[in-house]
């Protein structure tokens, strides 16, 4: 009894941010659930399944769908969480909030101008600015259209805050490297244009953190209709939306908006990627799970085009072999729609994948890991990203080799 309880104390500290009303009436959840097709129905309720495994998905469900998800007759822990199980993290000031981040990222601009340029993306709900960072070689300036370009985009979920440093301290690394003469990073950074726009959801952030307690706030924040606030924004892409594994409840963390790329955020991404026909390739960050996710995420078929299949498996299990992480669709998971790489895919061409970032359960800190958790994750990431990086100017060059021994023509790559 001392072992499970002091089991949910710990989750329930390192997990829950700490910071939720009993207002709220979040719900905690273990339900059995041993494939895509168990796991998609779950999630169909309009809750969040935060946590996979082979025999269960552990979820968080408002009032409404716990009760759906009672329907089911299958689960087997639910709680409420409540403020007095909650704590609040202790140092985690090296996260950056959103002035701090704008701080880092003109800093990091004025001292690297030659190769790194700030600048707007787009405007978020609020009318704050998103920002977007490039990267390349001074030469490439005037040609920058011409150059193949790669495009990493942090933090769709306000909560999941890791997912914005990872992507800020790839551009100051990549930065510091260049201005060392690093060898490898010099001929990445000559060779391509690296995009970065580490905070794509800055207002949903800002009010994650804006009390100094987390609130487990996953949405953007605009005002619904029905008075409640945000829309899941890698639930509203253009390709496939409205499907399964994103929700028509306003109230649902999984709500995908009134239509396709309603939110200014995503309307953003789109733009920008529509505008910059160069880029090959995007790499979506978001916590947690440790896995490297691609297409489909709307359906279990298979991508219908072999070779670009093949791409995707061989990048995704080199990317996997080099951070540890596990390879997969998304669908593999449960079924979602209008989510950020089938659109880059479906819609643009784009070799589009998703890390989701350590840890690998919300025992081990969910959402919330604490700051000790940026500089290693970063550091088991960074050669994921690199390799992603070296292959923008053509991501079919990762199967080449296979290619040619099944004597494909070269010309293909």
Known sequence: MKKILFSTLLFSQFVFGRGISPDDNIYWMKIPAKNSYERTEISNTGAVIESVTAEYVTVLAKESEKAELDKLGKTEVSFLMTAEMMDFPNNDQQFHNYNELFTAMNDLANKHASILKLDILGKSANGQDIHVMSITGAQN??????????????????????????????????????????????????????????????????????????????????????????????????????????????????????????????????????????????????????????????????????????????????????????????????????????????????????????????WEGGFYPGQKMIEPVFKKNLEPCLYMIDLADNPYRSVQSQAQQLGLNSAMF
């Open 141 to 362: 300036r005037t040609i920058e259209q011409d150059v193949p370009a790669i495009f990493f985009v942090g933090t769709h979920h306000a909560r999941e805050h890791l997912s914005t440093e990872v992507p800020l301290k790839l551009a100051q690394y990549l930065a510091e490297e260049y201005e060392k003469k690093n060898e490898r990073i010099m001929n990445l950074v000559d060779g391509r244009v690296i995009y970065i726009a580490p905070l794509l959801n800055p207002d949903g952030s800002e009010y994650d953190i804006s009390t100094g307690s987390y609130k487990m706030w996953r949405k953007n924040r605009k005002k619904n209709s029905d008075g409640s606030y945000g829309v899941d924004l890698n639930r509203n892409y253009g390709f496939k939306w409205g499907l399964e594994g994103a929700s028509s409840s306003p109230s649902s963390d999984t709500y995908r908006g009134t239509g396709p790329f309603s939110e200014p955020e995503t309307q953003a991404v789109k733009n920008f990627v529509e505008s910059h026909a160069n880029i090959t390739s995007m790499l979506s960050f978001h916590t947690f799970s440790k896995l490297v996710l691609y297409p489909w995420g709307f359906t279990h078929n298979p991508i219908e085009k072999d070779l670009d299949r093949q791409v995707f498996e061989t990048m995704g299990r080199k990317m996997a072999s080099l951070n540890g992480y596990t390879p997969q669709t998304g669908a593999d998971l449960y079924l979602v729609s209008g989510e950020m790489n089938d659109w880059a895919y479906g819609d643009r061409g784009i070799f589009g994948f998703t890390f989701e970032l350590d840890p690998a359960s919300m």
